[in-house]
């Protein structure tokens, strides 16, 4: 452990980011009684509403802290009508720019369906999603694809006629994030849900685009350093309605970024909803942690939101904090975390309405810190 403990950067941003990382602010806050100090906060504003009230979306000391933090906490940026002179939203400085200047080159999903969650499709557990068969890792590739900013528009006479974005997938981003799913699947005990197969699918549209050819060819290249692991592929397309009607199947996924990011989107339907969608943006030096969802600029200011997306991410940055410090009291931290969420969601006792429940954002983190004091530290 470092002896001034672990400096944990918070960015709130916009909407109801400041309400579910208040919750995990306070989750973070239940996990540090009784043990010592192993963290502090240092919390920033910046996004799309601090652009609109100073003209800037972050000040330069807050990305500077964003260089020098051991981990970042995200919420969620984007406000309607907080648009940058160049047309892109304002916010997107935070996570897509941290991206690509902190390097945060794997962008680690899990999708996991847990005991007392509805998943979204019919309300009530069929034979075909449930706990026992929704437990996945999709890895999205975060610094490349159609996210580059390789891309302009052509005026002619004051209008738009062109818009070209190019995709850009290169060797050295396509070896990083398959060689990061490689030696995920190798650490996930249990395998796939349907067979306990450690296996690895590469997600693509290589029967169509070159980009995706050529990611495939890596994947396959790097596999015969994994024998252990089991090669898996899907087109895009076909990917779409497996994942929904066979998620036993997947283990560990591995995408390229864009379609990486919708893919996603679908499958946390089968964990309940974007309410328990949480992501690692994970690089060789730094890491953010962020629920998936956006800022829901509609809930702000109503404490209505699930927070839990957020929690997953607290838990996800406490054990990767843990594992790249060797600290195994941190790793006992992200168990006691998890352990926690998953009796909380069990008992059903933390509904937001997003679950059909009363309860409120507030509420909810009430609930998880009460349960996290329950166990030991
Ligand atoms: N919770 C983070 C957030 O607000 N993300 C919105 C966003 O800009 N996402 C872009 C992406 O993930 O592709």
Redesign the pocket.
Known sequence: MRDAGYSILLLP??GT?PEVVAEGRKILGALAEGDTARWHLDERPGGAQYYLAHGKEWEPETEAAAHTADAIL?????WPGATLPNGD?A??AL??GLRQSLDLYA?VRPCRLYPGVQHKISGAYSTVWSPKNVDMVIIRENTEDL?TPAHGILRRADETEVAIDNRIITRKGSERVIRYAMQLARTRPRGAPEDGIKRVTCIDKSNVMVGCRFFRETYDRLAVEFPEIERDYAYVDAFTQWLVRNPEHFNVAVAT?LMG?IITDLASVLQGGMGFAA?GNIGDHHAMF??????APKYAGQSKVNPFATFFATEMMLRWLGARHGDAQLVRQADRLERAIASVLAAGTARTYDQGGTVTTREAGDRLAEAIRRLPA
């Open positions: 941003g916009d980011g995200l919420g969620a940026v984007g939203n916010g997107a996570v897509l962008n996210y970024n990011d992501g962020e629920p998936v969802h956006g800022s």
